[in-house]
């Protein structure tokens, strides 16, 4: 089973300890890693291969609530910005990264792709530290 897959049954069956909670076009879940606080993304239910894959209306409520997640995540943080990436190289489903950014990065950082900061190394989500930024989210989202 493919990865976003994976992902959406678990959040399903409320196996993913990730989940932000249910929205309109899919799940809102944090990320596995929190390198940058508030990291999150949106995975499409059903999953589908790409956004090209949604019809008018699906894709329309997919955006719409990418940007609720952000504007949402923006505000649990304090971050000065967010970054959407839609990638699907490496795990070929829809799924967007939602990367807050902060003016408190490091110089070498904070100007480039998110990619360029050590993942394998980075504080792995758990509801201890992150808990309370999740619920923030989730309440900022209404649910």
């Known amino acids: 089973m493919a990865l976003i897959t994976e992902r959406v049954a678990l959040a399903r069956n ?4 990730k989940v932000i909670c249910r929205m309109p076009s899919g ?5 596995d890693v929190q390198f940058l606080p508030g990291y999150c993304l949106l995975l499409p239910d ?3 291969a790409s956004l090209n894959d949604l019809d008018t209306e699906a894709r329309t409520a997919y955006l719409l609530d990418m ?4 504007d949402a995540v923006l505000q649990a943080t304090g971050a000065v910005r967010m970054n959407y990436e839609i990638l699907g190289n490496s795990e070929p489903e829809l ?3 939602l990367f807050p950014r902060y003016a408190s990065e490091p110089d070498d950082k904070r100007r ?4 360029f900061y050590d993942w394998k190394n980075a504080l792995p989500y758990a ?3 992150h808990g309370a930024l999740r619920k923030a989210i989730a309440h900022l989202l209404n649910v």
Do not use: F, Y
């Open 14 to 17: 409320g196996g993913n300890d």
């Open 27 to 31: 799940w809102a879940v944090m990320g």
């Open 46 to 48: 059903p999953v589908v």
């Open 67 to 70: 940007a609720r997640l952000g």
């Open 95 to 97: 799924h967007c990264h």
């Open 112 to 115: 480039m792709p998110v990619w």
């Open 127 to 129: 509801e201890d530290p």
